[in-house]
């Protein structure tokens, strides 16, 4: 069986886009991209999941490194990771220009 090698940067943004690939993740990062920073539970209202749903989906992410997460009393806030970001914006965009059309 053929393997793929991958360089570092490779592999980092396939972490990323896996976290992303999933529905509820993708929309958990675009509320977090449109707020600025997010209380789980304001999550919970927004999304048509349970709570516990959204706490695994935020770990998921948290692991990922696409989010960061902080304790405010009985509250988890959370905020994307700028880093994260840049990853998947080199990567489109190394993407973008070796593409040929």
Not at 61 to 77: F, K, M, Q, S, Y
Request: glycine residues 4%; charged residues 25%.
């Amino acid at each position: 069986m053929k393997t793929i090698v991958q360089t570092t940067d490779e592999a980092r943004a396939v972490e990323l886009f896996r976290a992303l690939a999933n529905p509820v993740r993708f929309r958990i990062v675009q509320s977090l991209a449109e707020r600025g920073e997010c209380v789980v539970g304001d999550l919970v209202l927004e999304l048509p999941v349970s709570q516990p749903t959204v706490s695994e989906h935020l770990r998921v992410l948290r692991e990922a490194g696409i989010v960061r997460g902080t304790v405010d009393g009985p509250n988890r806030c959370y905020c994307l990771n700028p880093d994260a970001l840049a990853t998947l914006r080199a990567a489109i965009e190394l993407i973008e220009a070796r593409a040929c059309c």
